[in-house]
């Protein structure tokens, strides 16, 4: 097994032969490299999936109306949670005992393998065979900002690196053209305003960042401006070029070399990026089936089909989150409205990577930053955040899918086994990738860093298809 | 709680009646000192406060005017003894009831005539409500009761908002007995009465208010240990420990880290009162320790059980805290080094003495001697120009000066120096104008303090000045507004408002200011010891949290600047106002059987107002936006005077509370677990430094140690950040680590050389900088050479100039001010990105900064950033090429230059070269001169430092 240090060790001393610098000078360099023979580096162990689209609910989509059938929560319902379970739940804010709610939707079995889905969600049903479901996700921050910084980057304060940047530190980039993390943020509206952190490089060099991209403009600034033709670009760049080759000559920087080839990615990305973006290139069935001709689904679907477009053009890591999901009050309006957006884009997506073969080694993950009290919150019908247990599921990119892991109380309030903690996510989504989260070493300042930090996390292996 | 009525009675009515307020008393003065009525508590009181409560009436016709007669005194008094019929009570007791104070009969709180405060004048025939309480600042059994406060009529919302509070060290630590005394100025015919006198325990207690549920958000949420233990630690434990452990688990060097043989290292092993969840408990339990010897009995192992349930039972004497010793050079005192004589005696060329022109040069030249390396000859005076205009000012120099020369002491008088460095201690401050988190609502009055680092800079106030005004300018003499706006360092913490969970809320901000202070000033990563003594630097856990109880009794607020009595009341007012409303709000939702515990939101109560209520809010609101405010750290018990509080925006705030600010206090936390709260510590810097004074417990002490000549770290730490600025990278490359685990200096000598001039020149930061930029080494060419290379690639030992990239904010105002569009207006709150002012003036929404600041590199405002990288990535040419905004500073820059000779004259400071006049003359020649231009704008020369 090479470590992600012996790897770029190798590779700085591949690019600068010769110069003996010491390890900090080596990184300093590779921060600011943009060698093209570097891009793609060696996975741990072969992979399951090439690429991840982290399909992030935000707001947290409550676990018992959706994957996680509680019978028990129907008949209990207008009581206070039973001494029995309320023990269990830990004390922490948010965490009401009184006045269960029942949920206003019927379970159905689906697929062969009949996992439960609740009516909720009729398209992404027929899907069950593929999902993954753990249910025993679970952590302890109740709190949107710092939850959603917890299932991205880990911890709660938003100082580490996003699952996305640790995934391109390790693996680099398949395409030159193209950022190599890209997120999109949908639904923004109201007070779910996205963490920054979650695409966020952390301590990690800024190339290794999200790149946040509108899904209705494109990335940001690729396009030539209306009134210059791309012979024009070229001209202006040749002269760019050749200032910046006379200017690198004379003090013979590194990072001046790499500025130099960031002008050539650069010109690559005009013509590659709205390129991406030209979704009209689609048939009117795939419109239709992410749903992007209707009002409702149009901006989830896009999002979507997009990605399934990122993937093919080698873009690592997609994450598209989805705002909106935060029931406080009237659950059923709100879950409606999030289920209505979502449900068919989603299903599309699966169906799409299924047909074209590339739910193989793609990995689609769902969830959100936690889920929602099995009682109401007040009296408004309502649910409040719970991050004590609540669902997250995989599919394709290795996955075994029709089965559920781990289980939560008969009141979907708690996890009763095989408790799923973000970082042991992350370290299996990172698996899936060929990563060994364990061995990606990054030294930030002495600090021998890696994805799973001082906490640590582990592989949930049984999500993975038997070998 | 409504008056009842007629005359003035006060909730008489509500009153239960028992114990000691079970009568009316009626007491008449004599002409002199008397103690007419009295009565022991039911047992000795000596826990954290206590609250009396009785009413009065005073007979109007007893009552003199002064000065014609002596006037009044009357007093409830709270003592350790009864005292006699006719004695009086010792000084420094607390008192409570009646003095003459500048010819009035005024309220009165004392515990002695130096330690007295008056309120309102004392109205004859009218029953008064007063409510006293008497407190501890350190809730121990044996500190004296110091505290006293004093309200008259109290409202139920008013506890944080006593009429008067008096202090005394001195005071009593135990309560036996209370009663009343008249005085010489209590004649015969006084009629004095009293009556439900009464003790209680809590403000909702005395006021008869129901009973809340526990408030969860103070009370530590842990349950207490048992108060009698049977398990001594020296009678029991130490030998158990000695016998099985202590062979390996001793010392710092203590096998797998873990060391047993103090309290706090103990604690990180265990679960408080839970010993079947202890770490330690289950290694013994299970067998896996001892590894070797026999196992402990099963009556051992009932006793560790039994130490754990019971808290942990510890003997200081036998082994106390641990006081750590360092070898480390950073921790050694600064001592001014030799300067290194110019070497005459080498082979090579090296260090001509006539290169050398001041003591910087003489230590770098030392190191280029020894390692054989031959400096650059320095560079042309155009370069130089550039140099030091870029990296001084972050702008280009003025095109128009055909002349190369420049004056170091009139650049760094220039309002471009201070907006250019004001920007990179904002970094390292972590300065943003929003909340961050998810509701990231603005800090309209933040901007103050970007203004006051930018005016520190440019009147170059000396360094400890700059320090101690931003950790304690609220405790200084005078608190003057400056003072208070440079506490936005402290305050510029991000601060949930979306978390509900108030333990969790004050601490995230105090794990941050703890972090972000010992990063900033000392260069220490403090973050590991938040959970765990660290693994490398001797800073242990108790460390931490002690260095964190510094800041533990204040919170961020927005200040009011000019506050006066005036804005101080409109602001009680307006709290009492809102305090009023949501206690209603919150009485109603509790009626409605809403579940507790209820929460309403600001909103919520603005919306619950009564139509008169909401117009007299909104107009106090409108009066108190109309004072000048900050954004600031305020601790009302350590502030040198009472500061006015203006609301903010947020729905979930952290209560504005300064009594109960007050009571906080620090503690351990067991593996840095909220939940798992150890002992509580004294504020005080890392043991390895010394110990702290245990009287003084405020910021200014720390600020005052920080800034003490003897701390090996404050000078050190800031003269590397200087040279970092100018150089690119510190003497000690890990400019915010100055631990084990950092970076060594590459000049030792030079960085002690530069702190001992900072100290011995007043601390004047500007002195540091004058030296560098004078310096040869500052003005090498940035040439390469092969020899040079070869021995020293990364320039460690500064042979040349390294050329650096602007950073984001330089590059998008050199680009503005070329295309002759710059703005320079200064000050004021943050601009929308469209502006054309300088970008240390955008506005600094976190999690959305500017684009161009996040394209390079910025700082996130998020944690401290003492370096920020230089990263590579095409979507940077993208911006420089295609945004509007390049697009448009490329027209703007060719309708300025006219020409490709001036453009060139104007954007690099040289005559076109005639490749460049060729390929840029054929772009405009096809596209226009913009395009020609664009070029320009998007050249490494351009955006580099030469």
């Known amino acids: ?467 | 709680m409504e008056n009842t009525g007629a005359g003035q009675e006060v909730r008489s009515g509500h009153w239960k009646r028992n114990g000691l307020a079970t009568e009316r008393f009626t007491i008449n003065g004599t002409g002199g000192r008397n103690n007419p009525l009295r009565k022991p508590l039911q047992s000795p009181f000596s826990d954290g406060e206590i609250f009396v409560r009785f009413n009065l009436r005073y007979d109007l016709s007893g009552l003199d005017s002064p000065p014609e007669a002596t006037g009044e005194f009357f007093v409830l008094w709270l003592d350790e003894s009864e005292g006699t019929d006719g004695s009086p009570h010792a000084a420094n007791i607390p008192n409570i009831g009646i003095h003459v104070h500048n010819n009035q009969n005024r309220f009165m709180i004392r515990y002695n005539s130096t330690n007295q405060k008056f309120a309102e004048p004392l109205q004859g025939n009218r029953n008064y409500a007063i409510v006293a309480r008497l407190w501890k600042s350190s809730p121990k059994k044996l500190e004296p009761f110091d505290q006293l406060s004093l309200w008259i009529d109290p409202q139920e919302t008013q506890e944080l908002d006593p009429d008067i509070s008096v202090q005394n060290r001195k005071s009593i630590s135990t309560l036996k007995w209370i009663g009343f005394a008249t005085g010489a100025k209590t004649e015969i015919e006084d009629q004095i009465d009293v009556w439900d006198i009464r003790i209680a325990k809590s403000w909702r207690e005395v006021m008869d208010l129901p009973v809340e549920p526990a408030d969860p958000n103070y009370a530590p949420d842990m349950e207490q240990p048992p108060a009698k233990k049977t398990v001594s630690f020296r009678q029991h434990i130490h030998p158990i420990l000695s016998k099985h452990c202590y062979s390996c688990h001793t010392g710092e060097d203590a096998e797998a880290g873990v060391r047993l043989d103090t309290l706090d290292e103990v604690m990180q092993h265990v679960s408080l009162l839970r010993h079947a969840d202890s770490q330690l408990y289950k290694v013994l339990i299970d067998g896996t320790m001892p590894p070797e010897g026999s196992s402990l009995s099963s009556s051992e192992l009932q006793q560790i059980a039994t130490w754990i349930d019971e808290g942990l039972d510890w003997d200081l004497n036998l082994l106390p805290v641990p006081i750590p010793t360092s070898e480390h050079w950073a921790f050694q005192p600064i001592t001014r080094p030799i300067i290194p004589a110019p070497n005459k005696s080498t082979t090579s060329q090296t260090a001509p003495s006539e290169w050398v022109r001041n003591p910087i040069d003489a230590f770098i030249a030392a190191k280029h001697a020894s390692a054989g390396l031959t400096p650059n000859e320095s560079a042309d005076p155009r370069t130089l120009q550039r140099r030091l205009s870029l990296n001084v000012h972050g702008l280009p120099p003025q095109a128009d000066s055909d002349s190369h020369d420049f004056d170091i002491n009139s650049m760094l008088s220039s309002p471009s120096y201070g907006q250019h460095f004001a920007r990179r201690w904002l970094d390292i401050a972590r300065w943003a104008e929003s909340n961050g988190h998810q509701h990231n609502r603005d800090r309209t009055h933040a901007w103050r303090y970007r203004d006051w680092v930018i005016s520190a800079f440019a009147n170059g106030i000396p360094f400890d000045q700059f320090l101690r005004e931003q950790i304690a300018g609220d405790e200084l003499p005078e608190s003057r507004p400056s003072q208070l706006i440079a506490t936005g360092f402290l305050a510029a913490t991000r601060y949930s408002g979306n978390e509900l969970d108030k333990q969790i809320q004050r601490n995230d901000i105090l794990v941050d200011i703890t972090n972000t202070t010992a990063s900033a000033f000392l260069g220490l990563t403090f973050e590991c010891a938040q959970c765990h003594s660290h693994k490398f630097d001797p800073i242990s856990i108790r460390d931490y949290y002690r260095f964190q109880a510094y800041f533990i009794s204040g919170q961020p607020q927005n200040l009011v600047l000019s506050d006066n009595e005036n804005s101080a009341e409109l602001a009680t007012k307006r709290w009492t106002l809102f305090n009023e409303v949501e206690q209603r709000l919150l009485r109603t939702r509790r009626k409605q059987g809403y579940p507790e515990p209820i929460q309403v939101t600001p909103t919520n109560v603005v919306a619950q107002m009564r139509p008169v209520e909401k117009a007299a809010f909104k107009r106090m609101n409108e009066q108190l936006s109309s004072l000048g405010q900050t954004w600031g750290f305020y601790s009302p018990s350590t502030a040198s005077r009472r500061l006015t509080v203006a609301p903010h925006e947020m729905r979930w705030q952290l209560p504005h509370d300064p009594s109960l600010l007050a009571k906080l206090r620090g503690a351990i936390l067991i593996r840095g677990d909220l939940r798992a709260r150890g002992p509580e510590v004294r504020a005080g810097w890392p043991l390895v430094f010394g110990a702290a004074s245990a009287e003084n417990q405020t910021r200014l002490e720390l600020a005052n140690w920080l800034t003490d000549k003897q701390n090996p770290l404050t000078a050190r730490v800031w003269v590397n950040r200087i040279w970092q600025w100018h150089f690119g990278r510190g003497l000690v490359e890990t400019s915010n680590d100055f631990g084990t685990q950092g970076a060594r200096p590459s000049h030792p000598g030079l960085l002690d050389f530069l702190a001992s001039e900072l100290i011995d020149h007043n601390w004047d930061t500007q002195h540091i900088q004058k030296l560098i930029l004078a310096s040869a080494t500052y003005q090498l060419a940035s040439d390469t050479s092969d020899k040079s290379l070869k021995i020293d690639p990364d320039n460690r030992l500064y042979w040349r100039w390294t050329p650096h990239r602007l950073q984001a904010e330089a590059i998008r105002d050199s680009i503005l001010e070329v295309s002759g569009r710059l703005n320079h207006h200064h000050g004021g709150p943050g601009m929308p990105q469209e502006s054309n002012r300088r970008s240390i003036y955008l506005r600094q929404k976190r999690d959305n900064l500017p684009e161009q600041q996040i394209l390079f590199d910025s700082a996130n405002g998020i944690i401290t950033c003492a370096r920020r990288r230089t990263s590579t990535t095409a979507l940077q040419p993208l911006w420089l090429m295609n945004s509007e905004f390049a697009q448009a500073a490329a027209r703007d820059f060719a309708e300025r230059a006219k020409n490709i000779e001036t453009a060139i004259h104007i954007a690099l400071h040289r005559e076109a070269t005639p490749d460049e006049l060729q390929s840029l003359g054929q772009l405009e020649a096809e596209f226009g001169l913009s395009s020609a231009c664009l070029a320009i704008l998007n050249s490494s020369e351009f955006l580099y430092i030469p």
């Open chain 1, 1 to 467: 097994m090479i470590s992600r240090t012996t790897m770029m060790n190798r590779r700085a001393f591949a690019a600068n032969a010769g110069l003996g610098a010491g390890s900090v000078a080596l990184r300093s360099l590779f921060a600011s490299d943009l060698d093209p023979k570097t891009h793609a580096l060696a996975p741990h162990h072969p992979p399951t999936a090439r690429s991840v689209i982290f399909l992030f609910m935000s707001g947290g989509p409550s676990q018992v109306d959706t994957f996680d059938p509680k019978p028990e929560l129907a008949k209990l319902s207008g009581q206070d949670v039973p001494d029995s379970l309320a023990k269990n739940v830990p004390r922490i804010k948010r965490a009401g005992l009184a006045n269960l709610l029942a949920s206003p939707w019927d379970f159905q079995r689906q697929g062969d393998a009949g996992i439960a889905v609740s009516d909720l969600l009729p398209e992404l049903g027929k899907h069950a065979d593929e999902l993954c479901v753990i249910r025993s996700m679970t952590h302890r921050n109740p709190v949107h900002g710092p939850g959603e910084c917890v299932a991205l980057t880990g911890t709660s304060i938003g100082d580490r690196p996003s699952l996305g940047a640790w995934s391109l530190y390790g693996l680099g980039s398949e395409t030159q053209e193209l950022p190599a993390f890209i997120t999109m943020n949908l639904h923004t509206d109201g007070m779910q305003f996205p963490q920054a952190a979650g695409w966020n490089p952390g301590f990690l060099p800024s190339k290794y960042q999200g790149t946040v991209v509108n899904p209705a403009q494109g990335i940001l600034h690729a396009k030539l401006p209306a009134n210059v033709s791309t012979t024009q670009r070229e001209q202006e760049l040749q002269a760019i070029q050749e200032m910046n080759r006379k200017f690198y000559s004379s003090t013979k920087l590194n990072e001046l070399e790499a500025r130099i080839r960031s002008y050539e990615t650069a010109f690559k990305m005009q013509i590659s990026a709205p390129e991406l973006f030209a979704i009209k290139q689609e048939t009117a069935e795939t419109h239709d089936l992410y749903g992007c001709n209707e009002k409702t689904t149009r901006e989830v679907g896009r999002a979507c089909l997009l990605a399934r477009r990122m993937v093919q053009r080698g873009v690592r890591f997609i994450q598209i989150r989805v705002g909106g999901w935060d029931a406080h009050g009237n659950l059923k309006g709100n879950h409606e409205k999030m289920a209505a957006r979502t449900d068919r884009p989603i299903a599309g997506l699966l169906s799409d990577l299924k047909r074209t073969g590339l739910l193989q080694n793609t990995l689609v993950v769902w969830g959100g930053e936690f889920g929602r009290t099995p009682t109401m919150e007040g009296r408004s019908g309502g649910r409040d955040h719970s991050p004590s247990a609540y669902t997250t599921w995989l599919a394709g990119g290795g996955t075994r899918g029709g089965q559920t892991v781990g289980h939560t109380d008969p009141i979907g309030y708690t996890v009763t086994e095989r408790p799923v903690k973000p970082l042991d996510l992350h370290a299996t989504i990172l698996h899936a990738l060929g990563i060994d989260a364990k061995q990606l070493i990054y030294d930030h300042h002495g600090l021998q860093e890696n994805p799973l930090g001082v906490t640590g996390g582990s592989v949930v292996s049984e999500v993975f298809s038997s070998t």
